[in-house]
């Protein structure tokens, strides 16, 4: 079974662009949380979707976005870029919320 | 979710028994003990989990105290394939969600 797949693998964007990043979850998993790593804060997550809804979210501001489609893969979205944005963002999926998670290798975002 | 404490670094021969403490004292009872590791930039790899029984899979041995307030991740034979961040993480299953608040974690370092 294919694991979690996330694109692109590496970005470099400037400040003040938007940049989208994408999310495949394994085959038959509805959830998928993302998270932002960075070397100051650590792991921190973001938000949380299950069947297309936004189920929970962590203390990010509202430049920070995301959606899930009905075959459950899923998009974050980060307008309006700052310097601080730079970061490995995972993307995880799991069957249930009992179940334990299945991380992706990540997406390393540099903002310039 | 329970805070959990664990310490910042540890070292273990290669071959030996790795033996990972972790604290959480304010476990409430609905409370799951997660252990997660993230070899360098890779995404974490789940590794086993518990309520409190002592659990047992192909990776490892948690063991958990009688009063919960502390457990043990075991990695009974540890390669250099081992050496990794491990994370140990208390989350409510009955919440709903699957977020997952990581700490600091432990860096563990297998020397040959």
């Known amino acids: 079974k294919a694991g979690v797949t996330q694109t692109p693998r590496y970005l470099i964007k400037t400040r003040g662009q938007q940049v989208t990043l994408s999310c495949s979850p394994i085959?038959?998993?509805?959830?998928v949380s993302w998270y932002q790593q960075t070397p100051g804060q650590g792991l921190q997550f973001l938000f949380e979707y299950f069947s297309e809804t936004q189920r929970n979210k962590g203390n990010f501001p509202g430049r920070f976005s995301g959606r899930q489609f009905s075959n459950s893969r899923s998009e974050m979205n980060v307008s309006t870029l700052e310097l601080g944005d730079s970061a490995l963002y995972l993307c995880?999926?799991?069957?249930?919320?009992?179940?334990?998670?299945?991380f992706g290798p990540g997406t390393r975002l540099t903002v310039l | 979710d329970a805070k959990t404490t664990q310490p910042p670094s540890m070292d273990c021969a290669e071959g030996r028994a790795a033996n990972l403490p972790c604290n959480h004292s304010?476990?409430?009872?609905?409370?799951?003990v997660y252990w997660y590791r993230q070899i360098h930039s890779q995404g974490p790899q789940y590794i086993i989990h518990?309520?409190?029984n002592n659990e047992t899979n192909e990776m490892a041995s948690l063991i958990i105290t009688e009063d919960r307030k502390s457990s043990t991740l075991i990695l009974p034979h540890a390669t250099l394939r081992d050496t990794a961040v491990y994370y140990c993480i208390a989350k409510d299953n009955n919440q709903g969600a699957q977020k997952l608040v990581f700490g600091q974690g432990t860096r563990l370092t297998i020397n040959p």
């Open positions: 518990g309520l409190k």
């Open positions: 304010t476990i409430s009872g609905n409370e799951y």
């Open positions: 085959s038959g998993h509805r959830s």
């Open positions: 995880a999926s799991s069957w249930a919320v009992y179940n334990e998670q299945f």
